[in-house]
């Protein structure tokens, strides 16, 4: 794989490690933890400011988190009355994914950390699998349970936390990649989201 620009909106630290395995494949990533700062690198705030004369980056792949607050302040472009509301999270990542193919970002997914057990934002994620039929789902590649959706001429792909290889962040800094064993376990801290896996996953968005 050629090295890529790829932005990255997460809002958790925790899962830093796991897109620094994203880098480590040679690709150049930045990090939005909201959506003023996501906006801003699509260059929606320098649009709004200065006038069409101002590109954005041209990004290859948007890699989203689902939820995640606004953030920015009261002096910010994106306005907002109640500026509490700037810090909790909302499903902010469907945005993003529409600004993004708008942009023509060829490859853009949702990662999220939920499952249909977190909520109703999460479980409305089941509504999106290749079959309704869970028979006919197991007849198809794990890889390809998640459908491409095709938006403008962006390829879509919508991934949460059981859909990607388990990766978990050990005390003493490394990564279990796939089941840890039980020494691995005695010493885990948390699983991770697997934003390599998702990136590979996207990229080979027509199975081969």
Do not use: W
């Not at 995640?68 to 994914?97: K, N, W």
């Not at 970002?105 to 039929?133: E, R, W």
Request: one cysteine or more.
């Amino acid at each position: 794989m050629n090295p890529l620009d790829i932005l990255v909106i997460e809002d958790k630290n925790k899962y830093d490690a796991s897109i620094a395995q994203v880098s480590d494949l040679g690709h150049h990533v930045d990090i939005a933890r909201n959506l003023v700062e996501a906006s801003e690198f699509l260059g929606y705030q320098r649009a709004r400011l200065c006038g069409s004369q101002i590109s954005p980056k041209r990004y290859d792949v948007v890699l989203t988190d689902l939820m995640f607050p606004l953030g920015g302040s009261m002096f910010d472009i994106i306005a907002i009355d109640d500026e509490d509301q700037r810090h909790e999270e909302a499903p902010l990542g469907f945005a993003i994914v529409l600004r993004a193919a708008r942009q023509g970002v060829p490859y853009i997914a949702v990662v999220t950390d939920l499952n249909h057990h977190k909520g109703p934002i999460a479980a409305s994620l089941d509504l999106l699998y290749a079959s309704d039929d869970r028979e006919e789902l197991c007849k198809i590649p794990e890889t390809q349970h998640r459908p491409t959706f095709k938006i403008n001429n962006s390829k879509v792909r919508l991934f949460d936390i059981r859909d990607l290889p388990a990766l978990s962040l050990l005390k003493d800094g490394r990564i279990c990649e796939g089941p840890c064993n039980e020494e691995e376990m005695k010493l885990c801290l948390h699983p991770l989201k697997n934003y390599k896996a998702a990136l590979e996953r996207l990229m080979d968005y027509e199975g081969k």
